[in-house]
């Protein structure tokens, strides 16, 4: 795959003046940090494809991991060329001897709280089935770990509250930390590097900050990570997909505690 025509774009929080009220009836003016957004078209073989609403760093992984975790691409290898404008406004994705299926009209929209991140149409889908994920024999101070490491962050999350994050990590190291203003983009941001780098998801747990609702865990899955963890909640059709396609799923993960929603190996 040619990756071309990309910049390395920083997302520096924006500075805007706000009047505090306090409960006391004080008001003050103060300085509050805001993140920075862009809404990127995703064009497929010239057809408008996708449109996300998203930060602006690191948009070519975040387009290879959104078309891997909706089903338009089995690994980057399917990707013969990827640009993104300098302002961050356009992706244009050739794929590798694939031409659209234009018998498939249906407008969607990804089903995703996410409302500005919308595919506009499944002319390149290719119906991948979801398989079982190989288990991971989970490591309790791993997890752990890594709340402690989320915890310590100095990146945008810490400074706006903002912007989520997703570390991928093996039992040894922090492999990636992807941030976005949208969960589903941070996460699609962490697979889209592994995709790129050639990373064995299969010994891997990814972490984020937001809650894991349907479209989450099949992300996971679809990318064969045997562990995913969050610091806040899951939804009970994410548990039952975890169950059926064998994905440890942690939620609450702090660094006093965290539930165990279902361990693959158990299965």
């Not at 009836?25 to 996300?52: F, H, P, R």
């Not at 149409?121 to 989320?150: C, G, H």
């Not at 059709?237 to 165990?260: G, H, N, Q």
Request: net charge negative; with cysteine; charged share 20%.
């Amino acid at each position: 795959m040619d990756v071309i025509g990309t910049i390395d774009v920083q997302d520096h929080p924006i500075d805007f003046s706000a009047i505090r009220v306090c409960a006391d009836g004080t008001y003050s003016t103060v300085s509050d940090a805001v993140q920075a957004e862009c809404m990127l078209s995703v064009y497929v073989n010239d057809i408008l494809t996708m449109q996300l609403g998203c930060s602006v760093t690191n948009l070519a992984e975040l387009v290879v991991g959104r078309l891997f975790t909706e089903g338009l691409i089995a690994s980057a290898n399917d990707i013969d060329r990827l640009s993104v404008c300098e302002q961050s406004l356009r992706a244009d994705v050739y794929l590798k001897d694939r031409t659209a299926d234009l018998s498939r009209t249906v407008v969607q929209a990804v089903p995703t709280c996410c409302t500005m991140n919308k595919t506009l149409n499944d002319y390149f889908a290719q119906d991948y089935e979801l398989a079982p994920v190989k288990p991971l024999a989970l490591d309790i101070e791993w997890v752990f770990r890594m709340t402690r490491i989320f915890l310590q962050d100095k990146t945008g999350h810490a400074r706006t509250r903002g912007v989520h994050s997703a570390y991928l990590s093996t039992k040894e190291d922090v492999l990636c930390l992807r941030e976005d203003i949208g969960r589903h983009n941070a996460l699609d941001k962490a697979i889209g590097w592994a995709l790129m780098n050639d990373v064995d998801l299969s010994g891997c747990m990814l972490f984020t900050s937001g809650r894991i609702p349907t479209d989450m865990a099949v992300k996971a899955i679809r990318a064969g990570i045997p562990i995913l963890a969050t610091k806040t909640v899951a939804t009970d059709k994410a548990v039952e997909l975890a169950r059926t396609y064998r994905l440890t799923l942690i939620c609450e993960a702090t660094p006093l505690s965290f539930d165990i929603l279902n361990d693959g190996m158990n299965n």
